[in-house]
């Protein structure tokens, strides 16, 4: 259960805030480049998290994950509730940006632990199940998001302050797994793990940043991409929001017996044509409704597709690099949800949003494909 609460603290690092994004940029219009200053505080964290979460996962390997993460929660509530009380939007920014440091102490402990506590078929399970966890829990506070934010555009980020109630659940419950000493680190043999494993983390790497790249273009846009559509309030962000995490965590509980029917190739893939035709609807969406189909079809796709790349690192990683690996996993992640506004920004303004769905179904097909090429035939036996 805590390495569940613990998961649903990196969802709300960044999309908790997204519906609150029109009344924040009309709070600071007279701040130079408010507009694209506004965006990034959705994707700021992401940027310290992919600049220290290599570091946070060496960090954990060797002095403790339950530490880390501990220290991490209590990070986590500073300085993502800051926007309560700071009055200028830089200020803003670069506490975002303090949250990146707490999610990434966080989210290479939590899952380098889940490496340690679990093992074959009841990790897979576990991984559907957290990210179950995570997308409800995102329904849930993006619900409540949306309210807040019709009151204050400020108040979501109290939200943050569910971090506080957690700390002690943490405390009791989670326990550090035994760390080898430095004699057995070195007596270790390097390919420990299974076979090109550093091969199969840089796929996974290379895909998570992809996928981000493109999937934050939701978070990022979705208030501005609804108010083309005729719904500029933030309840409708919010419930796009909701939808897509809903469905998430509805879809990811079917990850477990999904993956031991398709193996490691085929799960991601099929969740790659997910997102394709999630971004298909969009592209073509002309009310709410539209949308909120588009919304559930992205669910789909992030429950099928994140656990499967994340059990595959866990898999292959000698358990003595999980953090590292967790760290690199999360860094591709993070950086491809900083990039995504930065990309995506220029693409909207020459072409607009049905074209830029259109663009982005069409590159999560190429992604399908590379999954199946990366890791087919290299099935685990476990889910053979």
Known sequence: MALLLAATLTILSNSIISPALPGIEAA????????????????APALLVAAVAPFAGALADRFGKRRQLLIGVVLFALTGSAGLWLDSLPAILVSRMMLGIAVAFIMTAQTALIGDYFDGPMRGRFMGIQIAATNLGGFVFLLIAGALADRSPFFPFAIYLIALV?????WISLTEPRRPTAEERAQM???????GWMAKLIAVVTLGGLTFV???????????????????EPTAAALLL???MLSGGIFSLLYGRVRMRLGRAMTPALGYLGYAAAFGVLAISG????????ALLLGLAVGFVMPALISIVLDVAPAHRRGFASGAVATSIFLGQFLSPLASAPIIAAVGYSETFAIVAVLMVC????TVAFFRERRYPAYA
């Open 28 to 43: 600071f219009d007279g701040t130079p480049n408010a507009a694209l200053i506004v965006r990034l505080l959705v994707t």
């Open 166 to 170: 957690y700390l002690p659940v943490f």
């Open 189 to 195: 043999p390097a390919d420990d793990g299974e076979e």
């Open 214 to 232: 493109c999937f934050y273009l939701i978070p990022t846009q979705a208030p501005y991409f609804l108010a083309t559509i005729g719904h500029p």
């Open 242 to 244: 909701a939808v897509m």
């Open 287 to 294: 009310n709410l409704a539209m949308a909120l189909v588009g």
């Open 367 to 370: 992604l399908s494909a590379m």
